[in-house]
């Protein structure tokens, strides 16, 4: 499974951004999410969502970013508002499911900045 993700960029505090995660592929795909890694800090998850729509976030997150999903089109969305300067990071897609030959797969995109300015 290939990820295409795009959406990042630089906006002042308070603005808002919208990241978009496309997978390819055949597989089935379970659970969607998106993390962030700070430089020099692990990466860490922002919100993930399963097939069935059950949504997680972490607490930094929580009622600024929502997660959504197109099961139709294997694409994960993350609308993120009231961005704040910490939030600047590399955002990273992934996704978790099940092969055609139905071996357990993780993949993950490449990656795309976000940048937020004070």
């Known amino acids: 499974v290939k990820l295409q993700a795009c959406g990042g960029g630089a906006v002042q505090a308070g603005g808002y951004l919208r990241l978009s995660c496309t997978a390819s592929?055949?597989?089935?795909?379970?659970?969607m999410g998106w993390y962030r890694q700070l430089p020099k800090k692990q990466r860490e998850l922002v919100a993930a969502?399963?097939?069935?729509?059950?949504?997680d976030y972490a607490e930094f997150v929580k009622g600024r970013f929502t997660i959504s999903r197109d099961n139709s089109n294997n694409t994960v969305f993350l609308q993120m508002n009231n961005l704040k300067p910490e939030d600047t990071a590399v955002y990273y897609c992934?996704?978790?499911?099940?092969?055609?030959?139905?071996?357990?797969?993780?993949?993950w995109g490449q990656g795309t900045l976000v940048t937020v300015s004070s």
């Open positions: 969502i399963t097939r069935g729509g059950s949504e």
């Open positions: 592929g055949s597989s089935r795909i379970n659970t």
């Open positions: 992934n996704a978790q499911g099940l092969t055609t030959s139905l071996r357990d797969f993780d993949s």
